[in-house]
Each structure stands twice: as C-alpha cells, then as structure tokens.
C-alpha cells in the first residue's frame, strides 16, 4: 500500500489521493470488511487490487470534477484581489506589487480610474499577474505557505467535486448492506460477525454522508480560494528581494496547479 502512495508528490497525494480516499471511505470499508482476513489467499488479493484500483480511479475523477468546480465557481483565479479597496492585502504594498509586476509583463498597470470604467481591461492584467506569480512561485521550498493554501484549495475543490459521486455511492452502499441484512445470502451469512461489520458500514454511511452534506461546501471552497490568492500576491515580496525573478531549474520540487 505504501509504495502504491510513492508514485504521487505531495500536491497529488494531498490534493487528489487524499479527497478521493474520504469520498469513497465507505466504499472500500464494505470492500475490506466483505473479504475474511484470517487467511491469505486469491480473494484478498483481488479485494486490495480492487480498492487501489478504485482509489486511483476517484483520485483521477477529483480532478477533473475538481476542474469543472472551479470553472463553476469562478475560483482560484481572483483578480479582484488587486483592486484598489480590496482589503485582503495592504494597499500600499499593493502599490509596489503593482509596479513590480508592471516591469515584469512589459504592460502598465491598471489605475484606480481603469478598474472602475473599464474592469475587464484591469482584470485582464491582474489574471497575467497572477499566471506569472504562479510561474515563478513553483519552488515550493522557497514559498512552502503558498504552496500550502494552494494544497488546501485542492483539497477543498477536488472533494467539493466528488460530493455527488460519493452520496450516490454511499445510497449503494447502504442498499447493499440493508439486501444482505435482510435476505442474509449464503455466502456472506457464512461470513463470521456479519451483521456486526454491516451495522458499522452501515453507521459510517450515515457519518460520511454528514460529513460530506455540511462539511463539504462551496463557502469552504471560496475561502480556500481567497486565502490562497491573497498569499499568491503577497508572494511578490519574495520575488522583489530576490536579484532576479527566474523559473525555478529542472529537478527542484515543482509547485503543482491542477
């Protein structure tokens, strides 16, 4: 199990495995607690190939329902930062990331007069500013608190994702317990302490499924969201004290976006 988790870096454990690991919990417990573990043999085999299977299965559906969370909600990008009256970061110190970012994109900076008649133009800008801070913030070593908030917003928006994926499941699951309790198969009455795992499966459904009704939510999202972008732009004061703001080289840690 511990070499199936090596094969990702950290973004992809923390953001994608991990959300997928709590969005189907339920799942796997039914999977794992199905199988007699008193003996090793070819089922036991079949049911831990099948549980990393599903589990990198729902890491690669985080993703992608995690991408269409934020196209949804609009997030991660928040240009809206930079205006003027936002109070996420000081003004003055936006004055001077202003600047700085204005010699790095060749373009000047938007004025307080821009962002009120002509907002799309002043966006514009500040979506270039952001892309650039993230090509130029991925060693994650040197901006290990924006890499941080930026594992966070992953985390929130994969698992925002597969919110509906898991309560369809777990509404299986949970029919799938109740079929067994009631007409007790063959197979699985065989099963020693039965009705006493499916009580549990049963009782974490429940759990899981409050968890991911309150718990998981687009307000969690927007705050991640907002935390992480605040902290992208406070990364230009990093970037000013250093001599030259270049692209981190090959090899070093690589902070991952997606």
Not at 54 to 65: E, I, P
Request: hydrophobic share 45%; net charge positive.
């Amino acid at each position: 199990m511990m070499d199936f988790f090596k094969q990702f870096d950290t973004y992809s454990l923390k953001a994608r495995v991990f959300p997928a690991l709590i969005a189907g919990l339920p799942t796997l417990a039914l999977l794992f607690m199905l199988v007699p573990w008193d003996r090793i043999g070819l089922p036991h085999l079949t049911a831990s190939a099948m549980g990393l299977v599903l589990l990198f299965a729902f890491a690669d559906v985080a993703r992608r329902t995690g991408r269409h969370v934020e196209t949804k909600l609009g997030t991660r990008s928040t240009p809206e930062q930079w205006h003027r009256g936002n109070a996420d970061v000081a003004e003055g110190a936006k004055d001077r990331y202003r600047a700085f970012i204005a010699d790095k994109l060749k373009l000047p900076a938007p004025t307080a007069e821009d962002e009120r008649t002509d907002s799309a133009r002043a966006n514009d800008f500040y979506r270039s500013a952001g892309n650039w801070l993230r090509e130029h913030t991925r060693d994650t070593r040197t901006h290990a608190i924006l890499f941080g908030e930026n594992i966070t917003y992953g985390f929130r928006r994969n698992l925002l994702g597969l919110k509906p994926i898991a309560l369809l499941v777990n509404l299986l699951v949970l029919a799938f317990c109740v079929v067994l309790l009631w007409f007790r198969p063959l197979y699985f009455a065989a099963l020693p302490n039965i009705d006493e795992k499916l009580v549990i499966i049963i009782a974490a459904v429940f759990l899981h499924s409050a968890y991911m009704l309150f718990a998981v939510s687009k307000g969690a999202v927007r705050d991640a969201s907002r935390a992480y972008g605040t902290q992208l732009v406070l990364s230009c004061e990093t970037l000013m004290r250093q001599p030259t703001a270049t692209t981190p080289q090959a090899g070093r840690k690589r902070n991952n976006n997606g």
